[in-house]
């Protein structure tokens, strides 16, 4: 199970001076690295976009054991159309509320000692005024759910997530692969979920036989499975 790993949420972003303003100057991360492409990705990494685009990955310390933010621009794209899918990632800094207050960045207290802002694209972030030593500050990515009894069979019985929460009553359920890793945090939502062009997607790592294992297509692991 430690195998597994979440790695790094995927943000489209309009404007590259502020996003790095905002993920560098307010959180206090670092650009670990970064990479060009003349065209779009076959797989959608960029969206549904065929030209020109980037992407920047940010965190508090390296990819192998942190959980870092992917940066994904596209070239002539300014802004997109938010949805609410994304519902925040929750962070542990009393650093990042201290340069918010520095920077005059928008900052409100949402409950104690916790305060509410957003990232360029109005993207939230919860930020808690407390630090961590020697741990990932990164908690939580909270995403939304149409429902969260599907949502759980997928994520605990189909991928083996453990729960670590669950609160019937406002529907919502904190789940995660390791104690010390960044934590998945499913939140119910009347209606559907509605994506739009903001959409965002979380990336996980685990064992190659695992992986196809969770497929559960007889065909894809044979032709997959090999030597």
Not at 175 to 199: I, M, P, R, T, W
Not at 207 to 215: L, S, T
Request: with cysteine; charged share 25%; net charge neutral.
């Amino acid at each position: 199970m430690a195998a597994r790993r979440a790695l790094h949420f995927v943000f489209k972003v309009g404007n590259r001076f502020q996003t790095a303003r905002f993920y560098r100057d307010v959180l206090g991360m670092k650009v670990l690295r970064h990479e060009e492409f003349e065209e779009g990705c076959k797989a959608a990494c960029n969206g549904p976009y065929d030209g020109k685009w980037s992407k920047t990955m940010v965190g508090f310390g390296p990819e192998d054991d942190h959980f870092v933010a992917e940066l994904t621009y596209n070239y002539g794209i300014g802004d997109y159309k938010l949805g609410n899918d994304f519902m925040g990632i929750t962070l542990a800094s009393s650093q990042a509320v201290s340069n918010a207050r520095k920077l005059e960045w928008p900052l409100t207290e949402v409950a104690e000692g916790v305060f509410e802002t957003e990232a360029p694209g109005g993207y939230k972030f919860y930020l808690q005024n407390r630090s961590l030593p020697q741990s990932d500050p990164v908690l939580k990515v909270t995403l939304a759910v149409s429902d969260l009894q599907k949502s759980l069979n997928y994520w605990c019985n189909l991928l083996g997530m453990k729960m670590y929460e669950k609160d019937e009553e406002k529907q919502r359920a904190l789940l995660g692969y390791a104690d010390n890793q960044c934590k998945l945090e499913l939140q119910g939502v009347k209606g559907a979920v509605d994506h739009a062009a903001a959409f965002g997607r979380i990336a996980f790592s685990c064992p190659q036989k695992e992986a196809m294992a969770a497929d559960k297509s007889d065909e894809w692991f044979a032709k997959h499975n090999k030597p």
